[in-house]
């Protein structure tokens, strides 16, 4: 299976993407703020995925290089931040934004999905510190500290 996948998705690609094709847990796979799988395939945000043969991502008509840094923010939840650089990080806001899936519901107009997850913790909430969603993330954390106290 791997190496079927390596000559579809690329080498790089085919370890972030075969969990989705085969595992039956998906344990260290991020649905939420990464890729997703329907029955026609790969979707982040409101938005199809594609991926070459060479492990680039293509999205909305535009391709994002493969790197590994990239394919751990599209599919980890659990980020090995040793991989990623400032580069992919702005990578990954792109794809952000351009698909709305770090919003709720992918609306434009909509708050920041908020998460406990250690995804957004260490990387959507440091991408997305503030702005006009900034008063519904604050309310939204308002929220969930009252109710444990």
Same mark, same amino acid.
């Given at each position: 299976?791997?190496?079927?996948?390596?000559?579809?998705?690329?080498? =790089?690609?085919?370890?972030?993407?075969?969990?989705?094709?085969?595992?039956?847990?998906?344990?260290?796979?991020?649905?939420?703020?990464?890729?997703?799988?329907?029955?026609?395939?790969?979707?982040? #945000?409101?938005?199809?995925? @594609?991926?070459?043969?060479?492990?680039?991502?293509?999205?909305?008509?535009?391709?994002?290089?493969?790197?590994?840094? =990239?394919?751990?923010? =599209?599919?980890?939840?659990?980020?090995?931040?040793?991989?990623?650089?400032?580069?992919?990080?702005?990578?990954?806001?792109?794809? =952000?934004?351009?698909?709305?899936?770090? %919003?709720? #519901?992918?609306?434009?107009?909509?708050?920041?999905?908020?998460?406990? @997850?250690?995804?957004?913790?260490?990387?959507?909430?440091?991408?997305?510190? @503030?702005?006009?969603?900034?008063?519904?993330?604050?309310?939204? %954390?308002?929220?969930?500290?009252?109710?444990?106290?």
């Amino acid at each position: 299976m791997i190496d079927y996948g390596a000559t579809r998705v690329g080498a =790089l690609a085919s370890s972030y993407v075969s969990p989705y094709l085969y595992e039956t847990k998906k344990q260290n796979l991020d649905t939420v703020y990464g890729i997703r799988r329907d029955a026609e395939g790969g979707m982040i #945000g409101d938005s199809r995925v @594609g991926v070459d043969s060479d492990g680039n991502i293509h999205i909305k008509n535009v391709e994002f290089p493969a790197t590994q840094g =990239l394919w751990e923010l =599209l599919t980890r939840n659990r980020v090995d931040k040793k991989l990623v650089t400032n580069a992919n990080l702005k990578q990954y806001k792109t794809i =952000l934004e351009m698909t709305n899936e770090h %919003l709720e #519901g992918y609306d434009p107009e909509a708050n920041i999905r908020i998460s406990k @997850g250690n995804k957004f913790r260490d990387v959507i909430s440091k991408l997305f510190p @503030g702005g006009p969603r900034e008063s519904g993330v604050e309310t939204a %954390l308002r929220r969930e500290w009252i109710t444990y106290k």
